[in-house]
Antibody, heavy 119, light 111 residues
């Protein structure tokens, strides 16, 4: 059974950095494209970034391009999101999610980790 | 950028009655490979979204038959044939032909 758990969230000041992790269990993460998706408090869903199964390709939402980096360590069954130059508008619950086999949608999700950017 | 809208944004339904949610895209979601990239999710309180429907009309594993999806081009619909109390939540559509964009969500509650 696919199980994902995010960690690394917390309160951080504007301009600072934070790294999120997402550990998979019950499956091998290496066979899946992986995503980060976020949801600001009381708001809708915003896709943030995707990394292909072999880690060779990444894509980002315009809102985070140049500030966030998605990466993966398949040997640790772990996905990461390095977030730099954080802004108040980055405050959200961050979910990791697997892609389906064709990379068309988000199949399995973790419970999320809350990032609050505030001074 | 593709803009995805949903109507209504809120829906109150009597148990046993049907419900319908519309999802409209600013661009066609039909890919050159013949597939239409529209998906439906429900997010229940305190939980991550769960996949309901993929490729417009296919129910994901374990999704009850009372959920159905339809549509083409830029207009899509999620229908619940007979709403049950457990269907309370926020329903989102997703397009993935031009990056990934979610609709704003439709909150469904029980009368």
């Amino acid at each position: 059974q696919v199980h994902l758990v995010e960690s690394g969230g917390g309160v951080v000041e504007p301009g600072r950095s934070l790294r999120l992790s997402c550990v998979g269990s019950g499956f091998s993460l290496r066979y899946y494209g992986m995503n980060w998706i976020r949801q600001a408090p009381g708001k809708g869903l915003e896709w943030v970034a995707v990394v292909w199964d072999d880690g060779t390709n990444e894509h980002y939402a315009d809102s985070v391009k140049g500030r966030f980096t998605i990466s993966r360590d398949n040997s640790k069954n772990t996905l990461y999101l390095q977030m730099n130059s954080l802004r108040a508008e980055d405050t959200a619950v961050y979910y990791c999610a697997t892609c389906d086999s064709l990379g068309d949608y988000f199949e399995f999700w973790g419970p999320g980790t809350l990032v609050t950017v505030s001074s | 950028d593709v803009v995805v809208t949903q109507t209504p944004l809120s829906l109150s339904v009597t148990p046993g009655q049907p419900a319908s949610i519309s999802c409209k895209s600013s661009q066609s979601l039909l890919h050159s490979d013949g597939k239409t990239h529209v998906y439906w999710y429900v997010q229940k309180a305190g939980q991550p979204p769960q996949l309901l429907i993929y490729d417009v009309s296919n129910r994901f594993s374990g999704v009850p038959a009372r959920f159905s999806g339809s549509g083409s081009g830029t207009d899509f619909t999620l229908k619940i044939s007979r709403v049950e109390a457990e269907d309370v939540g926020v329903y989102f559509c997703l397009q993935s032909i031009h990056s990934f964009t979610f609709g704003p969500g439709t909150k469904v509650d029980i009368k």
